[in-house]
Every structure is written in C-alpha cells, then in structure tokens.
C-alpha cells in the first residue's frame, strides 16, 4: 500500500536560514507526490507536486522540492525561511486505488521559524 | 481563496441533534472528499465521490451520512455523534486524475457536547 512518512514532528529554523523538512513514500508504480501548507485553523493549501521530469520541483511561496528516486524522498526547501513560514506541513502520495487514486497524508510537520 | 466553500465554520452539537457540513466547489472538479482532521493524528480520508457516485467509504461510522447530489456540491450529514468525533472537517475537491492536485476548503470545526 501507498504511504508517506514524515519523520520529524517539529522542526525549527532561524529566520534567514535555510529549511528542510522531510518526506519518504512507498509507492507501488509511478510515484506522484505533493506538499500541503495549513496555517492555524485553516484548511490545506497545495505548495508544489512531483509527476514526472526534473527532480527539483519549485513551487509556491518560494518553497522547492526534490525527487530522490534512489532514497524514496520528496524533501521539501526553501533557502531562506520566514517567520511566515511557521504552520503545519504535509506530505502526500496518491495511492493506487481506482482511476485516480486517493491522496494519502503523512502526520505532518510543524515548522517553527524564530526572528 | 481555494475555490472551495465549506459552511458553517464553526459548529456545536449535542450527541442527539441532527446537523450537515456543506462543501461547495467552483473549480469545475468532478471528485469531491471529506477528511478528518484530528489532534495529533493524520488526516483521515472519509469519503470520496467521482463524478457524483461514492468511490470510497473507509470504514466510517454509520452516524456519519455523505450526500453528493452533483458534481458542485457535498454534504457530510451528522446524527448522534460522539464526543471524539469533535475535529476538523475538510471537504476537499480535484479535477479526475492521479497528477491532479486537490483543493481543500478551509474546514469545519465540529465540537460534541
């Protein structure tokens, strides 16, 4: 079955400085991969996928993302954190159920960014 | 704004009242979910409607009831519900495809008393 792991429940970073958070999936077939942004009492906001091509995946907000066939890795970048950054983050895979497929959610990560 | 609409925001029910979520999208997307969201827990796929038809039910209680009456549209019906069904309920759409992103309102949060 299709799932992703985030191993890390918090992460914190300076502002200014540069931030990784981390995702692995397991996938049966073609992967195809997502990051979600949710803010305090709000709903999920798509940042950036991985369908096919170039490893490195750029997205909103200034945030990046590479594809790491090898190390079934989606990490999500970004060179230099803000304060703003701070909120949860997903990481997603779409399982292989029906046409389409379900997305499917790892625990999420809280980013936390001090001035 | 996402393009997706979910009413009321906020919502307080004792376990013997008869409530509904309601999701609207104006994307054009033609798959419609409902998530759980939970303290300290994953999101939680509930269901899953394409093109109006119910593709997914995991293995929800009963005393959660979809309603999918178009392709716009999505309702999470609610009927003696239990105290730890108190989370936040995300409606959520995206257009048929497995590189299609989806969408997600911005929540329900269901409080049982």
């Known amino acids: 079955a299709q799932s992703v792991a985030q191993p890390e429940d918090q992460v914190n970073v300076a502002e200014g400085n540069p931030l990784t958070v981390k995702c692995t999936y397991s996938?049966?077939?073609?992967?195809?991969l997502f990051w979600y942004v949710q803010y305090p009492n709000r709903g999920l906001q798509f940042l950036l996928k991985?369908?096919?091509?170039?490893?490195l995946v750029k997205g909103s907000y200034g945030f990046e993302a590479e594809f790491n066939k090898s190390q079934t890795s989606f990490h999500l970048k970004k060179p230099s954190a803000l304060v703003s950054d701070s909120a949860l983050y997903f990481c997603?895979?779409?399982?292989?159920?029906?046409?389409?497929?379900?997305?499917?959610f790892g625990k999420g990560t809280k980013l936390s960014v001090k001035p | 704004e996402t393009g997706v609409t979910q009413t009321p925001r906020h919502l307080v029910m004792g376990m013997t009242n008869k409530k509904s979520l309601k999701c609207e999208q104006h994307?054009?997307?033609?798959?419609m979910y409902w998530y759980k969201q939970s303290a300290k827990k994953p999101l939680e796929l509930m269901f899953v409607?394409?093109?109006?038809?119910?593709?997914e039910n995991n293995s929800v209680p009963s005393r959660f009831s979809p309603e999918c009456p178009n392709s716009s549209h999505l309702f999470l019906h609610l009927h003696t519900l239990q105290p730890e069904d108190s989370a936040l309920y995300l409606c959520?759409?995206?257009?048929?495809?497995?590189?299609?992103?989806?969408?997600f309102g911005q929540g329900t949060r269901l409080t049982v008393v």
């Open positions: 959520a759409s995206s257009q048929e495809g497995r590189r299609t992103e989806a969408f």
């Open positions: 996938v049966s077939g073609n992967p195809y």
């Open positions: 991985y369908i096919t091509g170039d490893n």
């Open positions: 997603a895979v779409r399982d292989g159920s029906g046409s389409q497929g379900n997305l499917i």
């Open positions: 994307l054009g997307h033609n798959a």
């Open positions: 409607y394409n093109f109006k038809e119910q593709t």
